[in-house]
C-alpha cells in the first residue's frame, strides 16, 4: 500500500484546523459562562518569552497553508495577522480550511519529485517534498496546535485530548 504526500499532509492540516476551531469555541464558551472577555484569552502565554496564543493559531494557519501552497504548487494566501478576538481568530482559521480545500491530491502529489524551499531573513531550508510534510511541517503545525490546547487547559478551559485530537475513525 502506497501513502501519497497528499494523504499524510492536507487531511491532517484540515482535521487540526477543525479541531482548533473548537476548542476556540469552547474558550469562548468559559469565558462567557465565567462573565470576562474572551480577548483576555487571545494574549495568554505560558513564558513571558513566547509568542501568545493569537499567535499561536496564525503560525499553526501560516504552516497549513504554506504547505498546501508550497506542495500543490500555487500561490499561499496572505493574511495580515490582525486578529485581536476569538472569533477573528476562527475566521482566519476558517478561511484557512477554504483554501486547503481547493488544493487537490494531484496538485499535492505532483511534488514528490520536487524540492520545496523555505525561505528566512537569515537563510533557507530546502526539503524532498516528503521531508518537508514529516520534518517541517507536521511537527511544526502540532507543535503550535498543541501551545493552543496547553494556554486554554492551563486556564481552566475544560478541554481534553478528545478535543485535541477530533473525531477519530
Known amino acids: 500500500m502506497t ?13 487540526g ?3 482548533l476551531s473548537a ?30 496564543l493569537v499567535r499561536q493559531v496564525q503560525i499553526a494557519c501560516d504552516t497549513a497553508k504554506g504547505a498546501a501552497g508550497r506542495l500543490a ?20 482559521i476558517g478561511r484557512t480550511i477554504d483554501f486547503l480545500k481547493t488544493v487537490t491530491a494531484a496538485q499535492v502529489n505532483a511534488s514528490e519529485g520536487r524540492t ?26 502540532y507543535f503550535h496546535e498543541s501551545m493552543v490546547y496547553a494556554l486554554l487547559r492551563k486556564s481552566g478551559v475544560e478541554i481534553g485530548k478528545g478535543d485535541f485530537l477530533g473525531a477519530i475513525q
Open 116 to 141: 520545496i524551499e523555505i525561505k528566512f531573513p537569515n537563510g533557507a531550508w530546502k526539503f524532498t517534498a516528503l521531508a518537508y510534510v514529516t520534518d517541517f511541517v507536521l511537527p511544526n503545525f
Open 73 to 92: 504548487g500555487v500561490d499561499i494566501p496572505k493574511h495580515e495577522d490582525t486578529e485581536a478576538t476569538l472569533d477573528e481568530l476562527k475566521q482566519r
Open 3 to 15: 501513502i501519497t504526500i497528499y494523504e499524510i499532509s492536507i487531511p491532517a492540516l484540515s482535521r
Open 23 to 52: 476548542i476556540l469555541d469552547k474558550a469562548a464558551a468559559h469565558a462567557a459562562a465565567r462573565k470576562y472577555d474572551s480577548a483576555v484569552l487571545t494574549q495568554l502565554r505560558l513564558s513571558p518569552d513566547m509568542h501568545p
Open 17 to 19: 484546523l477543525t479541531n
